[in-house]
């Protein structure tokens, strides 16, 4: 199986391979921090499970490069990208937020899980809130037996 995780936040990154190489030792498992990587990964190679985060930078961010412009909802570019190009990977949001957006724009984490199922019914899985504690390895674990 292989296993691309997009995930700009290490700790998280780190938490969600951890849990992937365990649950899945013979995985091969590659990660990407932007929107900008991310869609060069998915061109490059073909994956059968993808761990989403939806707020990512636009561009690595590096000692020299700050990552352009942050983007509050870059993981939705990323799944109508997989979209467009008609991937056959299983996609599972994991997201530290409860809300997302500003103003009249936003809308919580339900809200946006029914929003996302309705627009990549063939791609997204589910939804994930990210959490200090085990819960999510709990839902993810759920969702992967999906």
């Known amino acids: 199986m292989k296993v691309l ?21 013979s995985a091969e ?6 929107v900008s990587s991310s869609i060069s990964s998915v061109d490059e190679s073909d994956y059968n499970l993808v761990l989403l985060d939806i707020s990512l930078p636009s561009f ?27 991937s056959t990977a ?5 997201t530290q937020y409860k809300t997302f957006g500003e103003g009249s724009d936003e809308k919580d984490i339900s809200v946006l899980t029914m929003e996302l199922l309705h627009e990549f019914p063939d791609l997204l899985i589910g939804v994930i809130y990210f959490d200090s504690g085990k819960k999510w390895q709990v839902k993810l674990v759920k969702l992967l037996e999906k």
Do not use: C, M
Request: avoid cysteine; charge should be negative.
């Open 90 to 94: 299983s996609v599972i949001v994991v």
């Open 5 to 25: 995780i997009i995930e700009d936040d290490q700790h998280k990154l780190n938490n969600l391979y951890e849990f992937v190489s365990k649950k899945f030792p």
């Open 60 to 86: 690595d961010v590096t000692s020299t490069e700050s990552g352009g412009k942050p983007q509050g909802f870059g993981g939705i570019d990323i799944l109508r990208y997989l979209s467009a190009i008609e």
């Open 29 to 34: 498992i590659d990660y990407a921090r932007s």
